[in-house]
């Protein structure tokens, strides 16, 4: 039997909020699905980091970005600029900001990084 499976972001199954962040996630069954909006100013060190700890974000991340710019900086010192319309994998072990005045919108399908992100 085929299964096909729908929610919406507008009423999410979860949602988290620390300072300048909201991740909404949707669970879909055997996967879930984050919508992550950051605001101007949003850096996860000063966002996210007092929220979960640690000296850089341990998430594994995969998704597409659908609005405004992030800079992302490994660990190994690695930086790539993230916009609107790119695709991307960011293995743990970084930091993350919001480049400039747009609010940043990501899709995260990572189903691990959907279930643990900004979560305590």
């Known amino acids: ?9 507008s009423t ?11 991740v909404a996630v949707v669970d879909l069954g055997s996967v879930k699905v984050a919508q992550l909006t ?5 850096s996860w060190s000063s966002c996210v980091k007092p929220v979960v700890g640690g000296e850089s974000c341990q998430v594994h991340h995969v998704g597409t970005c659908v609005s405004g710019q992030m800079k ?21 072990g970084h930091d993350g900001w919001v480049v400039g005045d747009e609010p940043v919108v990501m899709y995260e399908f ?6 643990t992100y900004a979560k305590k």
Not at 12 to 22: G, M, S, V
Not at 72 to 92: F, N, S, W
Not at 110 to 115: G, K, P, Q
């Open 110 to 115: 990572d189903s691990s990084a959907a279930e």
């Open 72 to 92: 992302v900086r490994h660990d190994d010192g690695t930086e790539v600029d993230i916009k609107a319309g790119d695709a991307y994998v960011i293995e743990p």
């Open 38 to 42: 950051v605001q101007p100013g949003w």
């Open 1 to 9: 039997m085929s299964v096909i499976r729908k929610k919406s972001f």
């Open 12 to 22: 999410p199954d979860e949602t988290r909020t620390p300072d300048k962040t909201n």
